[in-house]
Structures are given as C-alpha cells and as structure tokens.
C-alpha cells in the first residue's frame, strides 16, 4: 500500500479527463475505485474536489490516497501448439507487408465461443506474425463450419481502411454452395430480412436466424434487411445443384437461411434443414448418403477488394475443402467448367 502522493500534471499530459490520466499513472484502480475516491472526496486537484470527468490540465497538483499496490504483470500466454501453428500457417493464400489472406479450413471458429479455448484464428495469429511485433487481426468472419477466403490486416492503419471498405460494400465476396434440389429461376436475388430467434446456438456460434418478409420488417424489432444474389451453376437432376452465392449485405448466417427460405437449403447444413430436406422431385433432398450429408457445403471462393495501400484491385481465390472437393468429384463437377463471377458473364 502506497501512502499519500501529490503528483503534478505533465506539460504532456493535460487537457484529458482525470479518470482516463489516472488509469494510465495507476493501473491497478479501476473506473469504479477511481469514482469512489472521488465520491468520497480523497481525490483532490488543487486540493479541490473533483468528478472522474474533469478535464486536468498541466501544471495542476494531483492528490491521490493510498492505493494498492500494482498487481505484478501477467504472466505471458503461451502460444499456440506446433501443430496448430503449422496448420494455420499452412492455410495462407496470400500475403504481403499489409494483409494475409487465408483459407479458413471447416471447423475452425474464427473467433472464440464457449469451449473454444485458444484454437480459432483469432487465438492462432500468434503464429502468423513473419516477424511482425503485432498480431494480425481479423477484419471479418466465416461461421465455423464455412471455409474459405478469411482476410487478416497486419496493422491498425490496414485493418481500419480494410473494415471501412467492407461497410462500403466495395469488396465482392462469392461463395459456392451445394444445396438441395435447384432453384427456380436459376439465378435471383433474395430479399428477406433477418432476426435472431430466441435461444442460444451450441458451441459459440450464436442463435439461429429467422427469415422475415421484407414488407414486414420495419414492423419486426430486431429485424435486418438483407440480400443475397445467388446463381445455379451446374446440378445433378433435380437432387442437388451447384449454387453460386454473393452477399450484397452481410448478416450472420445470412446465406443459409436465405437458401433454406427458398426450400433449397445448404447440404450438411444442420441447422437450416440442409441435413434431412425432403425434395419432392425425386425423394433424395439433401440426403445424398455417408460424409456429404454430414458436412456444411459452403465455401468462401473468393474475394476482390481494393488494396487499401496499393489502391489496386486485388482478387483472391481459394480452392475447395477436402470434402466439398470429394463431393465435385462424386457428382462430376468440376471447378474449371463455371465462370469466376457468373453475375458478371451474365449481366
């Protein structure tokens, strides 16, 4: 425990809040310490009472009571397991001295939930580093079960420029899917809103999506537009088709339960229906037996941004997951056959 101290404020120092001063010059007092002291009167400037929100200024004579000692720094976390480090770093698309791209394998959180523990990649960017002294950080998500192109800013500057232009909608992000049955038109846009239905989804990764017409959203609390163009690429029958899919907004879980309103859910996806859809066309909906039913079937294929430094356009692909690439081959598709954006062919 320290005893009384009175501490002049540095010419570098004023004309910020008392409280935001204090956190910097004692770390151990917390916002709610920090209004208590002066609540009861023991914090003093110029030996006057004073609010968490005064504004100090330099030259001016703090005087602060005995504190707690500084509690001794955290020991540092470790990092991530070998393996770990050498599975993210085996999934890098891309990289420069800005921003890494990678292809987020299916099952990985993007970022932690409960029971997640450190194994996200959030928690893996330790080892994504290359010699870098920050981390890099996430500019945006993939559901755990979606892989796919993941873009990472290696610096506050880039991660700002890049979360800017994601809210701006200058980047272009197309996913492919395999989902039940075929849609009818083969190409559209989807325009129904979003809420969250009430409960919590298992392993961190939120509550499930409701679909909600869009002349009722505005009546709907809680409720987002949200649209989704999609375009069938190629399909077996009338049992599963090859679904290209751009999210013009970007809610969660926005293009499966888009699909699953449409009656064409994702394949694998659990969640929305995509793991027991009847199709009335022939009976097989999404059961199209052993592993392919039991994976997600959704892929973030590639992304086009404008490089926030460069300021050149810059596009990225990512090849298929192990067991989505099982299933082209099972159903005899082939990625070279569809075009990169077929939006763009065909406008």
């Not at 009722?216 to 809680?222: A, D, F, I, L």
């Not at 892929?299 to 050149?312: L, N, V, Y």
């Amino acid at each position: 425990m320290s005893g009384v101290q009175t501490v002049r404020v540095g010419g570098d120092e004023g004309y910020q809040r008392l409280d935001r001063w204090l956190r910097k010059r004692f770390p151990q007092l917390n916002q709610i310490a920090i209004e208590k002291l002066c609540r009861t009167g023991q914090l003093r400037v110029d030996g006057g009472r004073v609010k968490p929100a005064t504004r100090i200024e330099p030259g001016q004579e703090v005087r602060v009571p005995p504190l707690p000692d500084a509690a001794p720094p955290a020991a540092p976390r470790p990092g991530p397991r070998d393996s770990d480090a050498q599975m993210i770093q085996a999934a890098v698309l891309w990289r420069d001295d800005h921003i890494i791209a990678l292809n987020k394998p299916a099952g990985l959180p993007s970022q932690g939930g409960s029971g997640q523990g450190d194994r996200h990649v959030d928690g893996l960017t330790p080892a994504l580093m290359f010699g870098y002294k920050d981390r890099p950080k996430l500019v945006h998500r993939l559901d755990k079960d979606t892989s796919g192109v993941l873009l990472l800013a290696r610096t506050d500057r880039v991660a700002r420029r890049l979360s800017e232009a994601f809210r701006a909608r200058t980047t272009r992000k197309i996913y492919w899917a395999a989902v039940a049955g075929v849609p009818a038109p083969r190409m559209g846009t989807v325009r129904f809103g979003l809420v969250k239905a009430p409960g919590h989804g298992r392993g961190g990764e939120g509550e499930k999506m409701i679909c909600i017409h869009p002349s009722r959203v505005e009546q709907t609390e809680g409720a987002k537009r949200a649209t989704t163009d999609y375009a069938v690429l190629d399909s077996l029958g009338t049992r599963v088709s090859w679904c290209a899919l751009v999210p013009i907004t970007g809610r969660t879980h926005q293009l499966r339960a888009h699909m699953a309103e449409l009656g064409h859910p994702i394949i694998g996806d659990g969640k929305y229906g995509g793991s027991g859809q009847e199709n009335l066309g022939d009976g097989w909906g999404a059961q199209l037996g052993g592993e392919i039913s039991r994976k997600l079937h959704l892929h973030a294929r590639s992304i086009a941004f404008d490089h926030p430094i460069t300021g050149k356009r810059v596009t990225l692909t990512a090849p298929l997951p192990d067991h989505m690439a099982r299933t082209w081959k099972t159903l005899g598709w082939h990625e070279n056959d569809v075009p990169a954006d077929p939006f763009e062919v065909q406008s």
